[in-house]
């Protein structure tokens, strides 16, 4: 059979699938997207990235309204149009996944729309409003996702208690907001919803927000909160939701040291995702998956059935789009007979609160977790022109480095615009950067990707701006 006729068919049209049959059709594959929704876009771009990042911004434009009367503006207090504000978050959702609709037909990918399961190991039945339709593949990729995860402590049948679908969707701004969980959309949630006007609370039941970013990172983004939220109970975990008589989520909370009953008009639970492998009938196929529900692959995705791959969410950690979408590249490349293979040295992690949260390669807690030592050279904003002439010096630059070569394995971020920052630290130690590589790159003045070479520049003692203590 030649390439050109080989028919691939991909489940799940998020941003692990639509670019895998993209690429397969850019290929010349014969390629089949199954989705229920109209478009392609999946939670991302439907109900998570995209509309969050969206409301971030409106979020974001609140807070430096605020800030200006630092430098003697004042705004006042700002007027929310929540319709306004839903219905633009709304057209950029539409936009986005309109224009994917539009791509996938000028590159001819035959969308099924409906939920699909495998028959066998080469046959998915698409089921939509009771019809049936068959798809038959050489290969496959599973790209369905992840779904919130409702612990049974949590679970409530009330529309006043939210995940993270009901709390994009906009429907009101309560008085008084109860996040569970302390990662990535509880404290993004906290930030919108703090702007918005709600009086936050964050619980989190391990002892530490943000549990894989470095502690130093967090400490910043913590004390910012300090002033918005009303609190965050650290080691605190729920133990049972009740709807309130008089309104509202009558929820019980288990401290370190006591417990209490506190009420709030709305309650979001953020406690992490799962993968969705449960119904797609694996069991007809050779796919197996792990203990927490993964799909098992190798380092080219290839699951233990051989005409099937799995990419995304669905096939481990981290749950990040980005990832996704390079697992799809490998994943088209490896159907098409090309030695290609899952082997990033740095995958970008971005929490999108204010200050945003930023961290590429090597961690310092994960430095320390697998015995590497590591040297560290920070530079902090306050050095920084271009945070001054922002109003904003409360970010912080580190890079971790190879003791000896020099080399970059690792970059964290906290501050503004720490999720565009970033890309530069991926580039870095993709490409096996030295610090000397960085420090001797011209970066833009004033600008905060000075605070990259100048982290650089730290670590040899040469920063105009900054003398460390240590070296
Ligand atoms: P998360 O894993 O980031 O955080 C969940 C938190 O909830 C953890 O800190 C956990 O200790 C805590 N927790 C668990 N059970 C609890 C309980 N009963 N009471 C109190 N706290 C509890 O998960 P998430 O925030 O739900 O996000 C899910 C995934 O979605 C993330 O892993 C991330 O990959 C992805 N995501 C990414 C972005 C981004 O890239 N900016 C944004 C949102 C979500």
Redesign the pocket.
């Known amino acids: 059979m030649t390439t050109e006729r080989l028919r691939v068919a991909v489940l799940g049209a998020g941003p692990g699938g639509y670019p895998a049959a993209f690429l397969a059709a850019e290929r010349g594959f014969d390629v089949t997207l199954i989705d229920p929704r109209a478009n392609p876009g999946g939670v991302c771009l439907y109900i ?2 995209i509309p ?1 990042k969206a409301l971030l911004h409106a979020a974001g434009v609140i807070r430096e309204a605020e800030h200006a009367s630092a430098f003697g503006i004042e705004f006042g207090a700002p007027t929310i149009d929540l319709d306004g504000l839903r219905g633009w978050k709304d057209g950029v959702v539409e936009k986005l996944t309109g224009g994917l609709g539009t791509l996938a037909r000028a590159r001819k990918v035959r969308m099924v729309h409906g939920l699909g399961r495998f028959v066998d190991a080469h046959t998915i039945r698409v089921e939509r409003d009771g019809e049936l339709a068959e798809v038959t593949f050489d290969f496959a990729i599973v790209a369905t996702g ?1 779904s ?2 409702m ?1 049974a ?2 679970r409530l049948d009330s529309d006043r208690v939210w995940d ?1 679908t009901a709390a994009l969707e906009l429907r009101e701004v309560p008085g008084t907001l109860l996040i ?9 949630m906290a930030t919108l919803y703090a702007a918005l006007g709600s009086k936050v609370t964050v ?4 002892g530490t ?4 970013a470095d502690a130093d990172l967090v400490r910043v983004l913590a004390k910012s909160l300090e002033g918005r939220l009303e609190a965050v109970l650290l080691e ?3 133990t049972a939701l009740r709807e309130h008589a008089g309104g509202g989520v009558e929820v019980d909370l288990a401290g370190v040291e006591e417990q209490t009953t506190r009420t709030f008009d709305r309650v979001l639970v ?4 799962r993968p969705n492998s449960a119904d797609l009938g694996l069991e007809h196929t050779s796919v197996t998956t792990n203990e927490r529900g993964f799909i098992r692959v190798d380092h080219q995705r290839r699951t233990d059935e051989p005409s099937i791959f799995a990419i995304g ?1 669905v096939a481990g ?5 980005h990832k996704a979408t390079h697992e799809a590249r490998v994943a088209v490349e490896v159907i098409a007979g090309e030695p290609a293979a899952w082997e990033p040295a740095a995958i970008p ?4 609160t204010d200050p945003e949260i930023a961290w590429c390669g090597l961690t310092e807690q994960e430095a320390r977790a697998r015995g590497i030592e590591v040297e560290v050279t920070r530079f902090p904003w306050t050095a920084s022109g271009r945070a001054l002439t922002l109003g904003r010096t409360d970010g912080s630059t580190k890079i971790l480095v190879e003791p000896g070569t020099e080399r970059v394995l690792g970059v964290g971020i906290v501050g503004p615009g720490a999720g565009e920052l970033i890309a530069e630290g991926v580039l870095a130690v993709e490409m096996g950067a030295r610090l000397d590589d960085l420090r001797m790159s011209i970066h833009p003045h004033p600008s905060l990707t000075e605070t990259i070479m100048e982290a650089a520049e730290v670590f040899f003692n040469t920063s105009p701006h900054y003398i460390a203590r240590r070296r």
């Open positions: 998570g990235c969050s992840s919130p995860a612990p402590a949590l993270s569970v969980g302390g990662g990535y959309i509880g404290l993004e619980v989190e039941a391990t927000l943000l549990a894989g605190t975990s729920v953020a406690v992490g995702r969410d950690e981290p749950m990040l789009a992690a971005v929490v999108y």
